[in-house]
């Protein structure tokens, strides 16, 4: 730990500055609950909670005594203070730690899930579980996640898990309560609530009623005046609080009968019942202007745009909300409902119109486009009124161009969720294939020596299939399942590297600058992949300067220290040291429109055959997966900058390590001993088998998890069991963990075309060894002599 690496102190008194300690440790611990409080969804708690630490930081130090030692090594966060925010909650809240360790929960989440499980094994089946974990995996990668539809004991909940903590190695989830969705209890609560107040001071009475015509809600000025001497909670008839005279007009019964005559206004919950459960408004008709005025203070405080229309179809009245859905600018006076939509739709809107303001009234939903946003078709719902004076018509539009555009997002997320899910398996299946071709070329070559006729051919069939290799890992890093091999080192000496070769790319109408900076961290990366994110990034850099004419091509890298991300104030980077990669052109630039879209795989701006799409959707895959950021910033005619920024690695010297992974040289690769070869593909099992072969093991093969269990209930002896992952009916994880029941020493190899790192956390079992495919011959000779090596 890191306490064990700080410098002892002695226990001498403190200087004069030593009164300022004990107020630093409370202001740091007063952040640390401000800052959950706040994540917590608590802003005001928050504040209060600074401001009183703050104050009692202040009267201590006023009253400190004499400086005393002071023992440097701090003890962690305050649990306590943190359980204090959390208690603040209504809804359910948990704190875990990396290992999913539950550290605390408050009342509201031991309220809703029995017993207080871990957050992570909430759900009751398959998918549940899988949806926490996705989301969890997001919250580690992203700084936060969410699920919904997630089965529990407790029914479907939606969780939300969010990363914190001054490391962020802490997962604050939270589970929102499900909002109300029965449209008679929202139409309760807004007239009991701030709506209906607000009519209330309008003079405006409410009240909701139910389809047998029972009041079961009214705002406060209606329960004043109507129901003298009735309980409310009896939901009395609406027919027996109001009379209805031969003009159409209302009389509260109980101000008996002088009272004055009010005109009313029904809004139906469902606009396709338009006598059926609704809210009716009363307001005083003695004055016609105030009722105008009444009437479109109502209609202006109201979510939904509403427009009146007469019968020859012309706008009586709008409010704000239907200027804001149509478009409508505020000084714009517009005449026509037709007004508002494309010149293809304007005769259906008059026709429904027109239909609407006469004969029996009716109501009906129209598929329109507006004219500001004629790529969006809206619902446009016309309703037919009666008794309203010269209002015939009710048109109701509401504003979606937010659910659109979040319909949009969804969509794009689960073609691309489809398609990386496609690519991986295409991928998956190719690299077999291709360990096939590899693995002979190997077996041909030891058969041949450099001279012979066929050598040429068999090596150039290796390198082609090597370029083969290289395709499959675009493909799985565009879904972000290729196999990294990450290595600790700088980021200019692979800049270096690739530079050479981007001087031939670029081509003589573009200037190559590089620049460094001083004082960079380490990182952990693969080199290999790092070097294809900066060739992709550079030729596309190329191809907008080309289209410009010519121009310089600026690779820069820089250390970015913590302050300095927390000064950016961005919400996906976290707080950390990072080592900054910017690729800077001064090309044609890309508009904002398509700036959004440059990462989606398949996009490409070039013409057809140009251009595959998956340029940057790999560059973003390497980069999400090795743990970084990417940024991208342009400027029509002017140019594009891409900024990658890679968390800093920490290297922890830890004594004798070296001498314990001391390694045989490479080239003894000769073995002995039983292997047990599982593969289902025929052409990869028969490569493997001669390969271990040929370099002293005794092969027995299986071609199923079944078929080796049974070998391995023989009882015979074996050394290693080499397996590889997906097969059909027992795949490999399961068919070891079969094994290890009764062999738990038994070396395991897997094979396998996806990532490592993700099959390490779903397999989840120790003392295991992996090799991705494709591999040659001496790459499972190998993994083979590792594996086999006394630990």
């Known amino acids: 730990m890191l306490h064990q690496d700080l410098p002892a102190l002695d226990a001498s008194p403190l200087n004069q500055g030593a009164r300022w300690l004990v107020p630093a440790i409370g202001a740091a611990a007063a952040l640390s609950g401000g800052g959950l409080l706040w994540a917590a969804g608590f802003p005001l708690a928050a504040g209060i909670f600074l401001a009183a630490c703050l104050a009692g930081a202040v009267m201590g130090m006023r009253r400190a005594s004499p400086p005393m030692a002071f023992d440097p090594v701090a003890a962690g966060p305050d649990f306590s203070i943190v359980g204090s925010a959390l208690a603040l909650s209504d809804q359910a809240a948990a704190l875990t730690a990396a290992d999913g360790t539950l550290l605390i929960a408050n009342a509201a989440y031991r309220a809703r899930f029995e017993g207080a499980p871990r957050p992570a094994t909430l759900g009751t089946d398959d998918d549940a579980m899988q949806a926490l974990a996705a989301a969890q995996s997001m919250a580690w990668r992203d700084g936060g996640g969410c699920a919904g539809g997630v089965t529990t004991a407790a029914g479907p909940i939606a969780v939300e898990i969010e990363r914190v903590g001054a490391r962020g190695d802490l997962l604050l989830w939270r589970f929102p309560e499900p909002t109300a969705s029965d449209p008679m209890a929202i139409a309760a609560e807004r007239v009991t609530g701030v709506v209906g107040e607000r009519l209330g001071h309008a003079a405006v009475l409410a009240a909701l009623v139910d389809q047998d015509g029972r009041l079961l809600a009214s705002n406060r000025l209606f ?37 004055h005559m009010m005109r009313a206004v029904h809004m139906p919950v469902d606009p396709a019942l338009p006598n059926g459960p609704g809210t009716f408004l009363l307001f005083d008709s003695a004055d016609a202007s105030a009722g105008s005025t009444q009437l479109q203070a ?25 200027r804001t859905a149509g478009g409508i600018k505020p000084n714009a006076r517009p005449i026509y409902p037709g007004d508002l939509v494309v010149k293809e739709d304007k005769a259906a809107v008059a026709d429904t119109v027109r239909r609407n303001a006469r004969g029996p009234a009716m109501s009906g939903d129209l598929a329109v486009r507006l004219a500001r946003s004629p790529a969006e078709p809206v619902a446009l719902t016309v309703a037919g009124l009666r008794g309203l004076g010269d209002a ?71 390198s082609n299939s090597n370029r083969a290799a290289g395709l499959t890992r675009q493909l799985l890093a565009f879904s972000r399942q290729q196999t990294l091999r990450p290595q600790v080192l700088q980021l200019p000496d692979v800049v270096s590297e690739v530079s050479h070769l981007l001087k031939r790319l670029l081509g003589e109408t573009v200037q190559l600058a590089v620049k460094h900076g001083r004082n960079l961290g380490p990182i952990r990366a693969d080199p290999g992949q790092l070097e294809q994110v900066i060739i992709n990034l550079a030729v596309n850099a190329r191809d907008a300067i080309i289209a410009k004419g010519g121009g310089t091509l600026t690779i820069q890298t820089y250390a970015v220290r913590a302050d300095q991300v927390a000064e950016l104030g961005s919400e996906i ?9 910017s690729v800077t052109d001064t090309g044609c ?53 891409f900024v990658i920024y890679l968390p800093v690695h920490r290297v922890e010297d830890k004594p004798g390590k070296a001498a314990r ?19 289902d593909e025929p052409m990869v099992r028969t490569v493997a088998e001669r390969a271990l072969v040929r370099h002293g093991y005794t092969v027995i093969t299986a071609t199923n998890g079944e078929e080796a269990l049974e070998v391995l209930g023989r009882g015979g002896d074996i050394a290693l069991l080499i397996t590889d992952v997906v097969m059909p ?63």
């Open 729 to 791: 009916a027992m795949d490999g994880p399961t068919m070891v963990r079969e094994a290890r029941l009764s062999r738990p020493d038994l070396p395991i190899l897997f094979m396998s075309g996806y990532a490592e790192e993700q099959l390490r956390n779903s397999i989840d079992i120790d003392n295991v060894a992996f090799l991705p495919k494709p591999f040659s011959v001496q790459e499972l000779a190998e993994a083979a002599r590792k594996a086999l090596a006394p630990k």
């Open 298 to 322: 109502l209609l202006d405080m109201l979510p939904i745009g509403l427009a009146l229309v007469d019968r020859d179809g012309r706008f009586l009245t709008m409010n704000d909300a239907f």
């Open 661 to 679: 992974g001391s390694k045989a040289p490479a080239d003894e690769l000769w073995g002995t001993g039983t292997v047990l070869l599982v593969e």
């Open 392 to 462: 015939a018509v009710l048109l109701l539009l509401k504003d979606n161009s937010e659910e659109a555009k979040l319909k949009r997002q969804i969509a794009q997320a689960t073609k691309m969720q489809a398609v990386g899910q496609l690519a991986g398996g295409v991928a998956h299946d190719f690299n077999n294939i291709l360990t096939a071709i590899i693995g002979h070329c190997d077996l041909m070559l030891m058969r041949h020596t450099p001279g012979d006729s066929d050598y040429d051919d068999i090596q150039q069939i290796k």
């Open 573 to 581: 980077l976290p707080t950390a040291d990072y080592t900054a990669l």
């Open 589 to 641: 630039g890309i508009a904002p429109s398509i700036l959004s879209k440059v990462f989606e795989p398949f996009f490409t701006t070039k013409e057809v055959g140009k251009g595959t799409g998956l340029g940057l959707s790999t560059v973003y895959g390497i980069v999400k997966q090795s743990g970084g950021f990417i940024f991208a910033d342009s400027k029509v005619g002017e140019g594009t900058r």
């Open 223 to 259: 329960a004043d005046r109507a129901l003298t001497g009735i309980e409310a909670r009896d939901h009395p008839s609406f027919a027996d609080l109001v009379e209805v005279s031969d003009d159409g007009q209302f009389r509260l019964v109980a101000e008996g009968e002088n009272a």
